[in-house]
């Protein structure tokens, strides 16, 4: 990427939230992306001693919010709290003006993520959650591959999108897996994995899934929350979509897997899911011939991506890669599917 086509100039960051995505993926794609982390603030001091030797953010490191809203150097605030605390982070940067990318799921509850997208309707800043499988070259291939037709008209989707995570994980070393607690987290596996499947079979097609119901288990781990699932769903035009996610798969095996199924072929992406960079597609024509897809850009992150498209948005007012319309329309679905569930009852 040519730093010089920076609009402006290098945009400057605020996280809100320095744990294992911020601190591997978020604040390294920003960088990457050729901006700058100018804050970032975290209530837990093992976090600010990370942020400070890692970044050593000229804005500061901080224990609350308030320096970062009232920065005039920190222009856009990613925000990677615990998911109950995405509604009070956002409805204070919106108040004060300042673009936001917020990690997915928007909230813990429904209602929480209602509350924010009045929020933002109100403020009319940009605002984005952090699908960042919307920004893998691998996808965007695929669905440019759809829309030419390739493998004729789409009729479903099939996902696997599968990991480790028991109660005491934990990367930082904080100790605290609070995607454990229903609490903090508003869900398990569903509530955390799905949101990525849901929104890229709207960016892959160009239409939401209108129709959803869901499947839990608490099969594996020991926790309160869901460490896996089954979805099934629908779009407006009759795309089935199908989605596995878990907690409860473990690492080594083969756990991210993306299908799409025409009338003529099937695309088949491995390993393109999740935060790494890479992966594979291959072409399989009506006469089972198979062929691979090459895509570039496939040594760049999509965090990287995000943040670059984040960054445009801001910068020339171009949002329309980012609706918190759209997102929160993924938020009433998961609601949906866990109310649909008898064992969640």
């Known amino acids: 990427m040519d730093r010089s086509q920076h609009r402006g100039g290098p945009l400057g960051w605020g996280i809100v939230g320095f744990g294992w995505v911020a601190r591997d993926h978020a604040a390294p794609a920003m960088v990457a992306a050729g901006h700058v982390v100018r804050a970032v603030c975290d209530p837990m001091p ?43 982070a956002v409805q204070a940067i919106a108040a004060a003006g300042k673009p936001i990318l917020c990690e ?6 429904l209602d929480d993520a209602e509350a924010m997208a009045a929020t933002v309707g109100r403020s009319r800043i940009i605002y984005g959650t952090a699908f960042d499988q919307r920004h893998h070259p691998a996808h965007a291939v695929m669905r440019d591959a759809l829309g030419d037709g390739l493998i004729g008209t789409p009729t479903a989707i099939r996902i696997v999108y599968a990991c480790w995570l028991d109660a005491g994980w934990s990367i930082t070393g904080e100790g605290d897996n609070w995607r454990a607690d229903p609490s903090r987290a508003g869900g398990g596996a569903l509530m955390d994995l799905a949101p990525h499947g849901l929104d890229l079979v709207e960016f892959l097609l160009g239409e939401p899934v209108e129709e959803i119901a869901a499947l839990t288990q608490r099969r594996v781990q020991s926790y309160a929350v869901d460490d896996g699932a089954l979805i099934i769903g ?112």
């Open 234 to 345: 629908r779009t407006v035009s009759g795309v089935l979509a199908q989605l596995h996610v878990a907690y409860n798969c473990p690492d080594a095996l083969p756990r991210r897997r993306l299908e799409v199924l025409g009338g003529t072929g099937q695309l088949l992406a491995d390993n393109t899911m999740g935060q790494d960079a890479g992966g594979s597609i291959t072409w399989i024509n009506a006469a089972g011939v198979a062929r691979a897809l090459n895509f570039e850009g496939a040594a760049e992150s999509p965090f990287t991506r995000q943040m670059s498209a984040f960054a445009h948005a801001v910068r020339t007012g171009d949002s329309a890669g980012f609706n918190v319309a759209r997102d929160l329309h993924t938020m009433r679905l998961l609601h949906r599917a866990y109310a649909g569930d008898p064992s969640c009852r």
């Open 46 to 88: 093992a976090a600010r001693l990370s942020a400070r030797n890692r970044l050593d953010p000229a804005g500061g490191v901080h224990e609350t919010l308030t320096p970062l809203l009232t920065d005039p150097g920190v222009e856009a605030i990613y925000v990677a709290t615990p998911n109950h605390l995405h509604r009070d």
């Open 104 to 109: 997915k799921p928007m909230a813990a509850s």
